[in-house]
């Protein structure tokens, strides 16, 4: 090589690492398993170099659940989803996206990064023209969670102008066909708990555990049915889900007609991300289908035991049926039932399962994650890198 070949090419590398402008996209900041995930790989991200920006649909009013890195810039559109009546919705979804272009226009991003089904479409849409390469991620089962005809349609015209697509698993890649992903790749959600310890063993206030958005998808309709079987053996055990969401109510009456008032705590959101972890005995995660259960992971990272269905897609990735966890036949409410009867009479059942979870849950470290998102990212600006 010669010295002028040598200086185009340390130039070109030069350009290549040098920092650059990052912008994540996503309906809001409120608790869950994206918002915490664009949060810590957005920190992620400035602690290298780079300038990153978070892109909302809130109006800011209220703070983000998981606090950012402050030099994380956040911008709110004011255009929060909520239900509309369809004209007014087709109205809505035109001018998040006529905004989404105009902010993009002007802070220039080097690349986008977008999370969720809808807000995907929307941003895929807002950047078509304007030659900024976008990652889209989705985050739950594309089959199971059913975005409507009309998104679908729009998922399958748009998803091909992205530069790849980021999913959990590969059960919810192979739901793709090869046309919606130009590139792909899986990066299973990361198992974070904060400071919050789990300490079943010593303390064995005998709390069952769940936690999620009170909606269908969680299944804890199915939850209680299964405890109510299982209750009476264990006298001293209460179930506490931890969560908001629009089935509250009929969750409630399901509650009370089983006769589990006393059983059964619905405390709401946790006001600290984690806290449910403190006060945790053991960990059921009773989901109909998940993008991956963050939850879950969460809960094993802290030295939970803990049971799961067997549901599309995440925890047979996780768990390894009595090693470090249990296993039950999705949807199966007989199975459940039995596994929580096991699970809450057998003390050193769950010291065991415990101890294994937090083992094998080094794999879906925070930092371990985190480094798969910013290669990926980091790889994808060096080929985007302008070139002299």
Not at 76 to 82: E, G, I, K, N, W
Not at 89 to 110: C, M, N, W, Y
Not at 191 to 214: F, H, N, Q, Y
Not at 356 to 362: G, I, L, M, P
Request: one cysteine or more; hydrophobic letters at 40%; charged letters at 25%.
């Amino acid at each position: 090589m010669n010295d002028l070949s040598r200086q185009n090419f340390e130039h070109e590398v030069g350009e290549a690492n040098m920092p650059r402008r990052i912008t994540f996209v996503l309906p809001g900041l409120r608790a869950g398993g994206s918002e915490h995930v664009v949060t810590f790989v957005a920190g992620q991200l400035v602690e290298r170099g780079h300038s990153v920006e978070i892109v909302t649909f809130e109006d800011g009013k209220e703070p983000p659940y998981y606090t950012p890195d402050p030099r994380i810039e956040l911008s709110y559109l004011a255009r929060p989803v909520q239900k509309l009546a369809k004209l007014n919705a087709l109205k809505e979804v035109i001018f998040r996206t006529a905004d989404l272009r105009g902010h993009f226009e002007q802070s220039k991003p080097d690349l986008i990064i977008s999370f969720l089904t809808r807000t995907n479409v929307q941003t895929l849409l807002a950047a078509r023209e304007l030659a900024i390469p976008v990652v889209v991620s989705e985050r739950n089962n594309p089959v199971q969670q059913d975005p409507g005809a009309v998104w679908r349609w729009l998922r399958r015209q748009t998803y091909p102008m992205a530069t790849g697509l980021v999913t959990m698993t590969r059960g919810a890649m192979e739901c793709f066909p090869p046309k919606m992903r130009k590139r792909s790749w899986i990066i299973p959600n990361m198992a974070a708990w904060g400071d919050a310890v789990a300490s079943p063993d010593t303390r064995e206030d005998k709390v069952l555990t769940a936690v999620g958005r009170l909606t269908d998808q969680k299944g804890f309709d199915m939850l209680l049915e299964a405890f109510v079987e299982a209750a009476p053996k264990h006298p001293d055990w209460i179930l506490r889900i931890w969560g908001e969401g629009p089935d509250r109510d009929s969750l409630e009456r399901l509650r009370g007609k089983l006769g589990l008032e006393d059983r059964v705590e619905m405390p709401g959101v946790t006001d600290n991300p984690g806290d449910w972890i403190e006060c945790a005995d053991a960990f059921v995660l009773s989901s109909r289908y998940e993008g991956w259960g963050l939850v879950l992971g969460e809960a094993m990272a802290a030295g939970l035991p803990c049971i799961s269905f067997d549901c599309d897609f995440g925890p047979e990735d996780m768990i390894t049926d009595g090693d470090d966890g249990l296993l039950v036949p999705a949807n199966d409410k007989v199975a459940l039932a039995e596994g929580l009867d096991r699970l809450m009479g057998d003390a050193t059942l769950r010291a065991s399962l415990g101890d294994r979870a937090r083992e094998t849950s080094q794999r879906f470290v925070p930092e371990a994650i985190g480094q798969q998102w910013t290669d990926l990212i980091e790889s994808l600006l060096q080929e985007t890198a302008p070139r002299i």
